[in-house]
């Protein structure tokens, strides 16, 4: 269940009441301006991985290789387990899969959690383009799956990011034909969840690639923390041939309750709701150790399936939050097996 208290100040670079065109003109700034020194060259990713061209061995790092990728004749030779080291491939596909479901439309701060979501997309597309390269979208909403084909160049990219703006929200009136009006792609059937845009995913990114899968990962997500999740096998099998970027979009108030005396909170996934006193100390504390503990459960079920795990906030720095992430993978990517072992521990 969520508040949805009144906006919060600005809290670092924002969508504000702008209009699309200007949207998307602040966005791209933002990407070109403050993340574009990220690249080195046309080819390279958010993400340092693998491709399909050999380039040497290196000793395992248990909890961060793949065991498909071993390199077993220079383990025999060694006696220590090695892996392959491949080159990224020249042409990248990457897709996305944009979580739209009424849980995002929350925010206090300058951006709620749906336009931080396009933040991200706009960060990995602009990132990723080059020659070559292709990015195909799918966005889980209320109206459905809708389906964005994988192409190049800049127009793409910005007719997918125009249609992430102007997407219809929960309780949006439908159109005069009586069916809710969509901006972009197709409209399927309606999946009854992220295992089920996830599985959508993996039957059209055939060639392997970059997944990036922009959601808060509320969606069936078992009280039981040792529990899995609906969605775990799903993204397990993607993460097998894919990499795999999972950028979790949370808000401050989901971490926390302010002392604001009586409260409704509403799911907006339900729409039950719920009265409750933000005066008492003792629950203002429960709610905030039920959430860490939540955002812990989320972290160690991605962990598992070999995802990347980037979390951004609404009341944060996106944008540094992101040259912070990619750094820190490049880092761990070129550091020596035991500074990679010590780091990661």
């Known amino acids: 269940m969520r508040r949805r ?21 602040r966005l791209e700034l933002t990407v070109t301006r403050r993340l574009d020194g990220l690249l080195h060259g046309q080819h390279r990713g958010l993400l ?86 292709r990015l195909g979208a799918q966005v889980l909403g209320p109206t459905g799956l809708r389906r964005f084909p994988a192409r190049g160049g800049r127009t ?37 969840g992220l295992a089920e845009a996830l599985t959508a995913v993996q039957r059209v990114a055939l060639r392997r690639g970059l997944v990036v899968l922009v959601s808060d990962f509320l969606d069936d997500l078992p009280d039981d923390p040792a529990a899995a999740a609906p969605w775990e096998p799903a993204l397990r099998r993607l ?38 006193w933000t005066g008492d100390p003792g629950l203002r504390q429960r709610f905030a150790d039920a959430a860490t503990a939540q955002r812990d459960q989320v972290r160690q079920l991605l962990r598992r399936c070999g995802a990347t795990h980037l979390a951004l906030r609404t009341d944060r720095d996106w944008a540094a939050d992101i040259v912070r992430h990619v750094h820190a993978q490049r880092r761990l990517a070129a550091a020596p097996v035991g500074v990679a072992r010590g780091g990661a521990a």
């Open 48 to 133: 340092p991985g693998p491709g399909s061209e050999a380039a040497g061995s290196r000793e395992y790092r248990p909890g961060e290789d793949e065991v498909r990728r071993m390199d077993w004749a220079v383990t025999a030779r060694t006696a220590v387990p090695h892996v392959r080291e491949v080159d990224a491939d020249r042409e990248l596909t990457t897709w996305l899969l944009v979580d739209a479901s009424p849980s995002m439309e929350f925010g206090t701060a300058e951006l709620d959690k749906r336009e931080l979501a396009v933040a991200a997309v706009a960060a990995v597309g602009f990132l990723t383009a080059g020659t070559g390269n």
């Open 156 to 192: 793409h990219l910005l007719g997918l990011l125009r249609a992430l703006l102007d997407a219809p929200r929960a309780g949006d009136r439908p159109g005069a034909d009586g069916r809710p009006t969509v901006a972009g792609g197709p409209v399927g059937a309606a999946p009854s």
């Open 5 to 25: 208290p009144a906006p919060a100040p600005p809290a670092g670079p924002g969508l504000g009441a702008l209009t699309p065109d200007q949207r998307l003109r």
């Open 239 to 276: 993460a097998a041939r894919h990499q795999v970027l999972a950028v979790e979009v949370t808000d401050p108030r989901e971490w926390e309750l302010p002392d604001v005396g009586l409260i409704t909170l509403a799911d907006p996934e339900t729409g039950r709701r719920r009265e409750v």
